[in-house]
């Protein structure tokens, strides 16, 4: 059951990703297009969806499993979907608010979700994750952020 669960969340995040790259505009003549980089990455999700899905349907072939493994997929699949919602809601959320107000929010979420109790360190990462990634991405490697259309943090920081 994990791991059908597991393949049907890859492959609606790669129908999302593939949705997203078909936004991107087409390239001027001569150019690459922006696109192929996450439209590659949305087309090898989905395979790797698929076999996952081809994998599931050969276990749940060959037997039923023990309650106990079942009651721990059903967790876990819980878990899977809980942090594809969050990740759904956090790229749409870039449309709005820009990207650091979602990334400071959703940053002490996932890491809360993976273990991580301190509330510190919990604290920390809602100021540190979007700093880290915002010195990466936009000052070192020069990716333009995405600007919100309702609040931009950024345009507030920078006065």
Avoid: N
């Avoid at 393949?7 to 922006?34: E, I, K, N, Y």
């Avoid at 759904?88 to 979700?113: E, K, N």
């Avoid at 990466?136 to 990716?143: A, D, P, T, Y």
């Amino acid at each position: 059951m994990r791991k059908f669960t597991e393949g049907l969340v890859m492959a609606a995040v790669s129908l999302v990703a593939l949705w997203g790259a078909w936004q991107v505009p087409a390239a001027s003549p001569g150019d690459t297009w922006a696109g192929i980089v996450p439209f590659s990455a949305a087309v090898a999700l989905m395979l790797l969806a698929a076999i996952l899905l081809m994998g599931a349907a050969r276990q749940s072939a060959a037997g039923p499993q023990d309650s106990g493994a079942d009651t721990r997929e059903h967790s876990a699949a819980l878990e899977i979907v809980g942090l594809f919602l969050v990740a759904l809601i956090y790229q749409q959320s870039f449309r709005w608010f820009g990207y650091l107000l979602p990334t400071a929010l959703v940053a002490p979420v996932i890491l809360f979700m993976f273990g991580v109790r301190s509330r510190t360190g919990l604290a920390l990462s809602a100021v540190l994750c979007p700093l880290a990634f915002h010195i990466i991405f936009f000052e070192l490697l020069g990716v333009f952020p995405p600007y919100g259309e309702v609040f931009d943090l950024l345009d507030a920081i920078r006065g």
